[in-house]
């Protein structure tokens, strides 16, 4: 999952600045539900909800419902849901991936080990339903499950394309739209469907959720490969070492000839090792780079026209912020 993006270490100038009180409060709200918990499980629940997110989730479900008639409990409630569905997956997937690192932190299974960092996942996953049935309206409880069946779905996708060399561009782009922009895309629709005067506004503010949570998946795709582990607080490297075809990788493949393309094919599918040097030496890693940066970038323009129709507010700017915000980071991973 994406990483990068720290709201609490970020500029004063970070689109999300508008709302930094109100995601300390949700922030507070996450790390009460511990409390919801056995006492015997308190400690687990405690540490991933301190080390697993950067609250981006919560942050966008406030910002669309300031720019669609104003924040309540609700938005609170639902930013709050969202993260724990993030952190859940997050728990999984670092299981998945064999990560060892989260934010700077050891991972839940790196900690206490596979077994009970996949019950502590279900157990996340299951207290964020039971706290989305409380909704009066069960439209939002039922959106928040679907985007909660999107995301295991999408990983369950994911991995069963591992070293799939036939996995095209567009059966990728709906895999990240399933694991990371389900969850984008619920923050701002059921953000705005939970003003009545911004239901007028639900379906673009999900296409701008969905277009900006796949380019954040692509620059943590790209970031995988140029990035450093320090800096990103997190295990790099994961997506070659586990066979995952990410954007970056599909180019590559494209654009390889067929001696190079079987080269590189022979690795990913006999999993051999192989870093970003053995890439850059086989192929023209450097312009694959360059091809998925820039398709996010087109993504992050196509979700800037989605807030056109908007009524001009603080939060409506730094939704379009976010995603000028995003553009820079994709700058910084061409190789």
Avoid at 14 to 36: N, S, T
Avoid at 129 to 148: G, H, M, N, P
Avoid at 224 to 248: F, I, M, R
Wanted: with cysteine.
């Amino acid at each position: 999952m994406p990483a990068a993006i720290d709201l609490q270490a970020a500029p004063p100038e970070f689109p999300f600045e508008l709302v930094r009180g109100e995601v300390q409060k949700v922030e507070q709200a996450i790390l009460d539900q511990a409390r919801a918990f056995d006492p015997a499980l308190e400690g687990y629940v405690s540490y991933v909800c301190k080390s697993s997110g950067k609250r981006i989730r919560p942050a966008l479900a406030l910002l669309a419902g300031g720019a669609t008639g104003g924040v309540s409990d609700d938005h609170r409630k639902l930013a709050v849901i969202l993260e724990l569905v993030h952190i859940a997956s997050l728990v999984h997937d670092d299981i998945m991936d064999g990560a060892e690192l989260r934010r700077g932190a050891p991972t839940a299974s790196a900690k206490w080990g596979n077994a009970l960092s996949v019950l502590l996942g279900d157990m996340l996953f299951a207290h964020a339903l039971d706290l989305a049935s409380e909704f009066d309206d069960s439209a939002v409880s039922r959106a928040i499950a679907r985007a909660s069946k999107d995301v295991c779905a999408g990983e369950i996708l994911q991995t069963q394309r591992r070293h799939d060399l036939t996995l095209t561009v567009s059966e990728y782009l709906r895999v990240i739209e399933m694991k990371t922009a389900a969850l984008f895309s619920a923050a701002t629709e059921m953000a705005a469907y939970l003003n009545p005067e911004g239901r007028v506004h639900c379906a673009a503010l999900k296409n701008y959720g969905t277009k900006l949570g796949t380019a954040y998946q692509i620059y943590d795709d790209c970031l995988d490969l140029v990035g450093n582990e320090q800096s990103a607080g997190k295990t790099l490297g994961t997506d070659l070492a586990k066979g995952k075809l990410t954007l970056p990788l599909l180019y590559l493949l494209e654009s390889a000839t067929e001696v190079q393309r079987s080269k590189i094919s022979k690795r990913i599918v006999n999993g051999e090792p192989m870093d970003t040097s053995i890439l850059a030496g086989i192929a023209d890693y450097a312009g694959s780079i360059e091809r998925a940066v820039q398709f996010a970038k087109n993504m992050l323009i196509e979700a800037r026209s989605d807030l056109i129709a908007l009524a001009a507010s603080p939060e409506k700017s730094a939704l379009d912020q976010i995603t000028r915000y995003l553009d820079k980071l994709l700058d910084k991973c061409r190789a």
